[in-house]
């Protein structure tokens, strides 16, 4: 999740917005827990956008085929729905060790595969569990 390995295009992307060509454009919900929990079931939900009225027709003919329900687009809007992804200040760093040392490394180094990695997860995991993740996000903020 860190947008790293992302592709050069992925950082101008034209598409990073809701003008979209297609007549469908369909997703993932992320951040479905904010907007709508109930239906939140930890396994990921899909996200649906109807842009036309083709579009429409065709959502019509299987909409009694599947389980869906209806939002805003405010409730919808994820980052990369108003714009392109950041490039990480570190990228090239992150390519050039990749070059010189290989995947080893990098997964060590930049996505916690490390022993302070593993221990950092499985303290998340335990917080989130017990109810405090939030809670320490929310005194790390004030400081």
């Known amino acids: 999740y860190s947008d790293l390995c992302l592709c050069p295009s992925c950082y101008h992307c034209k598409f990073s917005n809701l003008h979209r060509p297609s007549d469908i454009m369909i997703g993932d919900f992320w951040g479905i827990e904010k907007s709508l929990p109930e239906i939140d079931d930890d396994k990921g939900v899909s996200l649906v956008f109807v842009n036309t009225t083709k579009g429409?027709?065709?959502?019509?003919?299987?909409?009694d085929k599947i389980?869906?329900?209806?939002s805003n687009t405010k409730d919808c809007l994820q980052h990369n729905l108003m714009q392109?992804?950041?490039m990480?200040?570190?990228?090239?760093r992150f390519w050039d060790d990749y070059y010189k040392f290989g995947f080893v490394y990098i997964a060590r180094k930049y996505a916690g595969y490390s022993l302070k990695?593993?221990?950092?997860?499985?303290?998340?995991?335990?917080?989130k569990k017990l109810?405090?993740?939030e809670f320490k996000r929310k005194v790390i903020r004030r400081r």
């Open 131 to 133: 109810g405090l993740f």
């Open 84 to 86: 392109p992804t950041k």
């Open 56 to 63: 429409q027709n065709i959502f019509e003919k299987i909409k």
């Open 67 to 70: 389980d869906f329900l209806q």
């Open 88 to 92: 990480p200040t570190n990228r090239e």
């Open 117 to 127: 990695g593993r221990l950092k997860k499985i303290i998340v995991t335990l917080l």
